[in-house]
C-alpha cells in the first residue's frame, strides 16, 4: 500500500501510467476478503484501474511445490507474468522490503544455497522477468512510519506470526536475535549480496571465455581434459554445472556432492579412459584426454 502511494504520488511528475494487481490466495476467509477491500476501495476512490486474481483449489493443484509457501510463490510468479504479458507492461513492481531480503537470504543461507544462488535473491531488477523492487532498501519499520505519516491503509498478515512455517520462526524469533548483535543486519545483508553478485558477474564472464574451448552439441559436450585441470577449482565446479544446464536445460537435483564427485574423479583419475561418474541422466568419460560429458541414453 505504500508503494501504491508512492505511486500516485509520483505520477503527476513522473507521467507514468500503472494499474494494481492484488491476489487473494483464501486461505484467511474473511481476513483474505478483508485484504482485498482495502485494496479494491483505495483503487477506487483513487480512480486506479486494478484487477483481483483469486486463487482456488484448483489452482493449488495445478502447481507443485514441498509446502504451501513454495506453492504460493509459483502462483504469484504466474499470475504477475500472465498480468504483465496481457497488459504488455514494461516492468512488475514488488513491494518487498529489506527485511523480506534478509529473511529470505538467511532462509536460503540455512538450506546450503550457493553463492551463485545466494547472489541473485530478491534483486532490486530482475531483467529476465522484468520485476523491480524499488522498496528493498528500506526496512519494514521505515515503510510503516511512512505509512503511519501519510496515514495509508494496509492490513497485517496473523499468519506472520505462525511459527510452524520456517520463514516466520526466522522473522520472529532469530532475526531479531541477530540485530542484537548487529542492528545493521539487513543493510550488510543487501552488501554482501552484492559484493556475491558482482564476483559472480566475473566467475560466469571468465566462463563464457572458457566455454569457447567447448565441444558442444545438444546431446554431448567434450572439454579437453588440459584446460579442465588447469582451471581454479571455482571456475572447475561452475563449469560442471554449466555443462548439467545446457545439458538438461536446469539444474534442479544437481546438488554440490554431485559437482565434487565429478570434479574428483576427472583429477584423480588424469589417465584412466572409460567412464568416470553416472547417474540416471549424465555421463562423464574420458575418451584421449578428452572429457565426454553426454546425456545418459537409458534416461
Given at each position: 500500500m505504500v508503494m501504491l502511494h508512492l505511486f500516485l504520488s509520483t505520477q503527476a511528475l513522473l507521467k507514468h501510467s500503472f494499474s494494481v494487481l492484488h491476489m487473494n490466495h483464501h486461505l484467511r476467509g474473511l481476513d483474505s476478503d478483508q485484504d482485498e477491500q482495502v485494496v479494491s476501495s483505495f483503487c477506487s476512490h483513487h480512480s486506479?484501474?486494478?484487477?483481483?486474481?483469486?486463487?482456488?483449489?484448483?489452482?493449488?493443484?495445478?502447481?507443485?511445490?514441498?509446502?504451501?509457501?513454495?506453492?504460493?510463490?509459483?502462483?504469484?510468479?504466474?499470475?504477475?507474468?500472465?498480468t504483465r504479458q496481457e497488459l504488455s507492461l514494461d516492468v512488475c513492481v514488488i513491494g518487498h522490503s529489506q527485511n523480506d531480503l534478509s529473511e529470505t537470504f538467511l532462509f536460503n543461507f540455512i538450506r546450503g544455497s550457493s553463492p551463485e544462488k545466494l547472489s541473485s535473491i530478491l534483486p532490486m531488477w530482475d531483467p529476465t522477468n522484468r520485476i523491480f523492487r524499488p522498496l528493498l532498501c528500506f526496512s519494514r519499520q521505515r515503510i510503516r512510519d511512512y505509512a503511519s505519516q501519510y496515514h495509508i491503509p494496509f492490513?497485517?498478515?496473523?499468519?506472520?506470526?505462525?511459527?510452524?512455517?520456517?520463514?516466520?520462526?526466522?522473522?520472529?524469533?532469530?532475526?531479531?536475535e541477530i540485530a542484537k548483535i548487529n542492528p545493521a543486519f539487513a543493510s550488510s545483508i543487501l552488501r554482501f549480496q552484492d559484493i556475491l553478485s558482482t564476483e559472480n558477474d566475473w566467475i560466469e564472464k571468465t566462463l563464457q571465455d572458457t566455454m569457447k574451448s567447448w565441444d558442444i552439441t545438444s546431446h554431448r559436450i567434450r572439454v579437453p581434459q588440459a584446460l579442465f585441470c588447469s582451471l581454479h577449482k571455482a571456475l572447475q565446479r561452475r563449469s560442471i554445472l554449466q555443462i548439467h544446464s545446457l545439458l538438461q536445460g536446469h539444474r534442479v537435483d544437481f546438488s554440490f556432492a554431485c559437482v565434487e564427485t565429478i570434479r574428483m574423479a576427472i583429477l584423480s583419475h588424469p589417465s584412466k579412459n572409460g567412464i568416470l561418474y553416472t547417474d540416471p541422466k549424465m555421463n562423464v568419460e574420458r575418451e584421449d584426454n578428452v572429457i565426454n560429458f553426454r546425456i545418459n541414453e537409458v534416461f
Open positions: 486506479i484501474p486494478y484487477d483481483i486474481v483469486h486463487f482456488r483449489p484448483p489452482d493449488w493443484e495445478s502447481v507443485t511445490g514441498t509446502g504451501l509457501e513454495e506453492k504460493a510463490r509459483k502462483l504469484r510468479k504466474r499470475a504477475l507474468e500472465k492490513r497485517d498478515d496473523a499468519t506472520n506470526q505462525d511459527t510452524q512455517f520456517s520463514r516466520n520462526r526466522l522473522r520472529n524469533n532469530i532475526l531479531p
